[in-house]
């Protein structure tokens, strides 16, 4: 034990270790009580990638996420004063709802305390798997800071997301099961927010088998363990669907662990992130939220690293909100041409609207919408744009319907982003 440091979240750790023995252990606390989640090969996206791809589905555990492992494990730690006493943690999504759910199946009450503009929907189900919540603050440290006090006041045990050995033990099962699983794995690729479940699945992985290699993922809008790992300024922050790896500080203990065990810590920005999130749904038939794609990403953003490998892929967790999922749904079919959206002038008079829909639909183009506008727009007061929504095969398919209205004599152009430059 060489000293203790502080994180964001106000608490100052133990500078240790974990061994596979701690993670042995875990594993068999936990078993049972957690989903020994599948382990499955992904042949589409394989296909796609050129690497034999294989996926650990945390997203089928009962709340989403892989953070019932770690925070059932660090539960069943404490003593019977400290079970009484009762547990906090701070958390705007994943961690709250594993320590929510495992506290109350063991009667040990928990606070957890969420920033104010954590999304209802989080907050509700946090309350319903039997937590008390706490809605304080403007952000994470805020609503740490506030848990610092209900922590000394009332004495609380905190159960950090990462930056504890137990926490970390728990995380670590996941790569204990899918080695297990699937032995023949040349890479592991672990989404990183704080650091505690790839601290966890690299010490399992390379006890298992030292010649593996482990990446690291990082959303680069918060490349915060990177940064950390060379010292440089940190420089997180701003907005990314990857949210549940947005985090700006690292944790403390999980550093020397990833810089003794992985082998790279890989970026992708929120396009890659987008796209991954869309694949796993249009390839995989999975929902996973932009953090538990974020393996997926990586791969397809750095080929070369893994291409003609057998690749394992931590799908850390499937809580996406529903809108979210829906638009990027929507806008991948507009990327790939399969949706696209129109604007076409026209003269003001009867039976132009239906000779240009009569024009698409004998193209093949599905009109599902509509605006005519004669208002508001620059054109002549005499004529009219119609924004129209088609459905389309592809970005072939595109450019024939903006060829076809260009030679009946309609200026039209496109306004969704399948093709830089179109117009007719």
Known sequence: MGGVQGDEF?????VMTVTIDDIRKAAEAIAGAVVATPTLPARRLGGITGAEIVLKLESRQYTGSFKERGALNKLLTLTESERKAGVIAVSAGNHAQGVARHAGRLGVPAVIVMPRATPFTKAEQTRRLGARVILHGADLSEAADHAQELMRARGYVFIHPYDDPAIIAGQGTTALEMLEAVPGLDCLVVPIGGGGLIAGCAVAAKALKPGIEIYGVEAALYPSMLQALRGLEASSGGHSIAEGIA?????TLTRPI?????????????????RAVEMMAESEKLVAEG????????????????????VGLVVSGGNIDARVLASILMRGLA??????????EISDEPGLLARVAGLIGKIGGNIIEVNHQRLFYDVPVTMAELDVVAETRNLEHVKEILAALAAAGYKSRLLSSTDSASEG
Do not use: W
Not at 247 to 251: A, E, I, N
Not at 335 to 344: K, N, S, T
């Open 335 to 344: 990327r790939e041409g399969r949706l696209a959206r129109f604007r076409i």
């Open 291 to 310: 953090a538990g794609a974020a393996a997926l990403a990586a791969v397809r953003a750095h080929p070369e690293r893994f291409r003609g490998r057998k």
């Open 247 to 251: 985090v700006k500080r690292p944790g």
């Open 10 to 14: 106000g608490c100052y750790a133990p």
């Open 258 to 274: 990833i810089a003794r065990h992985v082998e790279e810590i890989l970026l992708v920005g929120e396009d890659a992130l987008e």
